[in-house]
Nanobody, 125 residues
C-alpha cells in the first residue's frame, strides 16, 4: 500500500520560512517524479514544484521560483520543500504527489498516481 505523508506545515509570519517533508512508502521511490502542489481557499489545485527521479532536474512555478527549493533523498524515501520569504498568498494546503508519467506531464495533477493527505501552511501578514 502506497503512502505519502506530509509534515512541516504550520503558521508563520510573512517573510518567514518553513520546510515541508514528505515520507513515501510502498513504492519504488527512486523511479517516481515527486512534486508539490497546493490548493488555496476557493482556488484550483496548482503545481508548485517538481523533482525528477534522479534529483538533478527540478522545476518551479513562477510564484515559487527563487523562494522555494525542492530536494529529495532517495535513500530515505523523502522529498522536501524549503520555503523562504513566505507571503500571505502562499497560504494553502500543500500536497505531495508521485507519478511515473513523463517529466513533461509534471504540471498536470491528473497525471499523478499517488497523493498525500496535505499539510496546512498559513502565512500571516
Amino acid at each position: 500500500q502506497v503512502q505519502l505523508v506530509e509534515s512541516g506545515g504550520g503558521l508563520v509570519q510573512s517573510g518567514g520560512s518553513l520546510r515541508l517533508s514528505c515520507a513515501a512508502s510502498g513504492l519504488t521511490f527512486g523511479s517516481y517524479t515527486m512534486s508539490w502542489f497546493r490548493r488555496a481557499p476557493g482556488k484550483e489545485r496548482e503545481f508548485v514544484s517538481g523533482i525528477q527521479w534522479g534529483g538533478s532536474i527540478t522545476d518551479y512555478a513562477v510564484s515559487a521560483k527563487g523562494r522555494f527549493t525542492i530536494s529529495r533523498d532517495n535513500a530515505k524515501n523523502m522529498v522536501y520543500l524549503q520555503m523562504n520569504s513566505l507571503k500571505p498568498e502562499d497560504t494553502a494546503v500543500y500536497y505531495c504527489a508521485a507519478t511515473l508519467a513523463l517529466w513533461g506531464s509534471r504540471w498536470s495533477d491528473r497525471r499523478y498516481e499517488y497523493w498525500g493527505q496535505g499539510t496546512q501552511v498559513t502565512v500571516s501578514s
